[in-house]
């Protein structure tokens, strides 16, 4: 009997605290349904939109792709389409994978035109996106547009960047590739070899491993001053 006794007299609290706070209970559960739809309708809306940009991006790519059929004039108006639909991609929610491929694109072609501050704020924008691939192909290409200016200490940084945060990426044993490029090219070959032997006993199956290796053969030869 007297466990019973316990048992209605806690279940008579509980019901007396329900009945006290009620009110506040419904408020915060409805608060945390609504959130949580909030949330809910958010996502499919992200998704949507970045869904409608992936149908712009490959519709303007395949037309631009094919436009080998195309007249001259119809060639040209297909690749000023394409460029316009990755500018317009370009200033939407930069942590889309589908607006990073844009940024890339779009700083590859400044790149070669030799515009490199507009490459690098293309780059730049593309380091911002969610995907891993996407943000360290930025930051390589970032790399790259240093070279280009002769920023050498920024250049290596940012290669740095990825070899130590994303060391998995097939960029990253071609970024230590190119740190010990820059510093054979500077004359430090010590330097140079180190980095070519980290590079070629951490990643023995990567495509510069052999490129790697004849190099370390060229720099032994150019340190026993035969």
């Not at 970045?50 to 991006?57: H, V």
């Not at 995907?131 to 740095?160: M, P």
């Amino acid at each position: 009997m007297i466990l019973w006794e316990k048992i209605n007299e806690y279940y008579i609290l509980i019901i007396s605290f329900i009945k006290k706070y009620l009110l506040a209970i419904l408020i915060i559960s409805s608060l945390v349904v609504l959130s949580i739809t909030g949330i809910l309708i958010y996502s499919f809306i992200d998704r949507s939109r970045e869904n409608s940009l992936l149908k712009d991006f490959d519709f303007a790519y395949y037309s631009y792709l094919y436009s080998s059929r195309e007249s001259e004039q119809n060639q040209q108006e297909l690749l000023r389409n394409f460029v316009e639909t990755l500018e317009r991609i370009s200033k939407e929610n930069e942590k889309y994978p589908v607006v990073a491929n844009a940024n890339i694109i779009l700083g590859d072609l400044y790149f070669e035109q030799d515009n490199l501050d507009l490459a690098l704020s293309y780059y730049q924008k593309a380091v911002k996106s969610r995907s891993e691939f996407f943000t360290t192909s930025g930051i390589f290409r970032i790399s790259q547009v240093y070279e280009r200016k002769g920023d050498i200490e920024s250049a290596i940084s940012n290669y740095f960047v990825i070899y130590n945060r994303y060391s998995k990426s097939e960029y990253a044993p071609i970024s230590l590739f190119n740190i010990a490029r820059i510093y054979y090219l500077k004359g430090d070959l010590t330097l140079s070899k180190t980095y070519l032997i980290e590079l070629t006993n951490k990643y023995t199956n990567s495509g510069v491993t052999e490129l790697a290796k004849k190099t370390l053969l060229l720099i032994e030869y150019k340190l026993s001053g035969k």
